[in-house]
């Protein structure tokens, strides 16, 4: 174990780099307990008991490395690393992908050249023997694009050549699925992922024009496979102008004290507020005092806010959605709605009549919806900016959390609560530290093995700081009796 921690100390290396480095460096050998000139774990030592760590833990059923992490934010706890008054806050950054992210093309022509030389191995078929059969002639190229003479600026070549690689990939893939008990069961399973994937990426990015061929699809594919060694990997965004391939890392700490306590490892497309409450849950079963957590505005959703505040009486500190009106126009935070009765009373104090309940597409959920009469709305001053040219009353459709949002915004207007969410910039401190250890990169290819390195990372930044408060503490009578 110290071994692997020894990996995250500085900003990251491979296994093999690793087992170098503890071959030759002292201060690892006297860290790792070795001799000067004794045997050193090797690679595949250090990728089993990797794989061991990922594994879960008989007692509680959890990945070894989890409970080992939970267990060093403990011992740091003990040990009174916290500050007297901690603040919480929590963050997210972009972590880039190991595998390769590819365009359309090149993830069809190399995958599909993957797959022939997996099937060459398992059945002992040459690869020009499988090129001539699936009719894929660049399956000998070193290069998929640079196998196909065109001029890649021309649609009309490039459309013909993605239409002919697209019906060879799924020749190939029938060929297998059809052939795969000629080969040794041990080696079907990754044969037949694979096959998958290539279905996956023409189904995502392609479709038919009018002449029956498979062109490039103009439309945005949800959870779109960027990489076929990287099927976890997804497309994200820092910001509007910042994108990024990979995957997504979330940390919540304490940012007085530098002390992480929990964090996770997503798609590079999921939403920081959708993996928020898991995030403080996980704090929670270590620090049950928690009732304050400062974000930014990623998490300022009113359904996070309900689900933190109703299920764990947690408060969260971030800037409320603005109100969506037009420019000009009234916007629902016009209308005073009393939630105990459920009357709304619009902004020239008529009240609305009985509400229903409607199915909200955007929400997924039920809400309510106010309705005004049109002979009252004719009337109305503020016809023209509440109701605009239409001849029928006004109709108001609530957030399925407009009491949340709405306290939400009450809350933010306070001073109080702005002062406290300055304080929130400080959370940065977590993610550069983990940064400065290689967290902006994985090391390995899977979703696993990224939870694997952020953990460590975080281990290691913990037991730092524990390190540093120890050493202070055994310094301290020294300084007194100077």
Known sequence: MTLVLLRWSEEGVSRLGTVKRAESDVRWRAALGLELNGCTPCEKTLRHFEAFLRAPHPACDRPRYLVFFEHCVRLCMDNQLLAHTPLWAMDSTPMWCYGAVKDTVRLLGDGVAQLARLWSRAAGVA???????WTLPHLLAKSTKGAFRIDWRDQQARDTVLDGLARGVLAAVQFVR?????????????????????????????????????????????????????????????????????FKLHVLGDVMSGLITSLTVTGGN???????????????????????????????????????????????????LA??????????????????TRQATCANGVTAGNPRQVFSREHQRDTWEYNWPSEVCQKCPLREPCNGSRSTGHRARLHPYEQELRAARAD???????????????????????????????????????????????????????????????????????
Not at 127 to 133: N, S, T
Not at 323 to 340: E, L, Q, S, V, W
């Open 127 to 133: 690869m020009a023997e499988l090129a001539q059969a």
């Open 178 to 246: 059809e052939s795969i008990d000629q080969v040794a069961r041990s080696k079907r399973k990754r044969l037949l992922r694979l096959c998958r994937h290539l279905v996956r990426v023409i189904a995502q990015d392609l479709e038919s024009d009018g002449q029956g061929r498979m062109v490039l699809a103009q439309r945005v594919a949800r959870e779109r496979l960027i990489s076929i060694t990287e099927p976890q990997a997804r497309h994200g965004r820092k910001s509007r102008k910042q994108p990024f391939n990979g």
């Open 270 to 320: 999921t939403h920081d507020g959708s993996v928020a409450h898991r995030l403080v849950r996980r704090a929670m079963q270590l620090y049950d005092e928690l009732t304050r957590v400062l974000g930014d505005s990623a998490y300022g959703g009113a359904a996070l806010r309900y689900t933190l505040r109703t299920e764990q009486s947690v408060q969260l500190v971030t800037p409320p």
């Open 323 to 340: 109100p969506t009106a037009a420019k000009g126009k009234m916007g629902r935070d016009t209308i005073r709605i009393d939630f105990d």
């Open 412 to 482: 933010w207007e306070q001073p109080a609560i702005r002062d406290i969410y300055r304080e929130r910039s400080k959370c940065e401190r977590l993610l550069h530290r983990m940064i400065q250890h290689g967290a902006r990169k994985a090391r390995a290819w899977g979703l696993a093995a990224a939870h694997l390195q952020a953990h460590c990372i975080a281990t290691i930044c913990n037991l730092g700081l524990l390190a540093k408060a120890l050493a202070q503490q055994a310094l301290q009578p020294v300084l007194l009796a100077a």
